[in-house]
């Protein structure tokens, strides 16, 4: 069975820092892992995910298979990005629509 | 487009009672996938459905169970309600059509409540 765990419940940073939010899986075929966000008041929706290897709002992630991670980071942080996030993985095969999400991060960037 | 939309949005029932949950997809989107989030178990996957059929389950007692409508619609039912059934519990529809993995969208939920 496939885990994904969120180390950080907490994260506070302050404007311009840099940030990272931690993600580590196991789960022993090739998985796809996502980050979701979800801002105060709004839906749950797609950050990036990692087969597209690109920058969203300026946070990237890199998926580590050896370390079985994919970080969640961004250099200079911004106010509204605050919000909690989740990692998420999707097992290959079958899973289709199936994700399993880790316990999220909420992040706090002060002013 | 309209995002995908849930019904209702709060509902409070009392123990031993059932509840449907209704969940509209996003059109043209034929899978919808079920979540229950509560503050100790975090998002937990219930199951997903494809073209009327459900393709996946996550670990959930029989109590759980749901369908698809040929329209895409789907809901959940939730039998003999338990004091730990209280959650939000969140649809997602994606397109769903192969086994790469499509963006899933999230309604808002409904938040149950049991008494």
């Known amino acids: 069975a496939q885990r994904v765990t969120q180390p950080e419940k907490l994260l506070s940073v302050f404007k311009g820092a840099p940030v990272e939010l931690k993600c580590n899986y196991s789960y022993s075929g090739s998985p796809e892992l996502f980050w979701y966000v979800q801002y105060s008041r709004q839906r749950l929706q797609l950050l990036l995910r990692h087969i597209s290897r690109e920058s969203i709002k300026g946070f990237t992630a890199d998926l580590n298979k050896g370390e079985t991670s994919f970080h969640l980071k961004k250099p200079f942080a911004q106010e509204e990005d605050s919000a909690m996030y989740y990692c998420?993985?999707?097992?290959?095969?079958?899973?289709?629509?199936?994700?399993?999400f880790g316990q999220g991060t909420i992040l706090t960037v002060h002013p | 487009k309209a995002g995908v939309t849930q019904t209702p949005r709060y509902l409070i029932k009392t123990r031993g009672q059932q509840v449907t949950l209704s969940c509209s997809p996003i059109?043209?989107?034929?899978?919808v996938s079920w979540y229950q989030q509560t503050p100790g178990q975090g998002l937990q996957f219930l199951f997903e459905?494809?073209?009327?059929?459900?393709?996946n389950k996550g670990n959930f007692p029989g109590r759980f169970s749901g369908r698809q409508f040929s329209n895409s619609r789907s809901e959940m039912n939730v039998s003999t309600l338990e004091l730990g059934d209280s959650a939000l519990y969140l649809c997602a529809s994606s397109l769903g059509s192969s086994s790469t993995a499509h963006e899933q969208y999230f309604g808002p939920g409904t938040r149950l409540t049991v008494t």
């Open positions: 459905y494809f073209s009327e059929t459900q393709r």
């Open positions: 059109s043209g989107h034929r899978s």
């Open positions: 998420a993985l999707k097992a290959g095969g079958t899973s289709y629509g199936k994700l399993t």
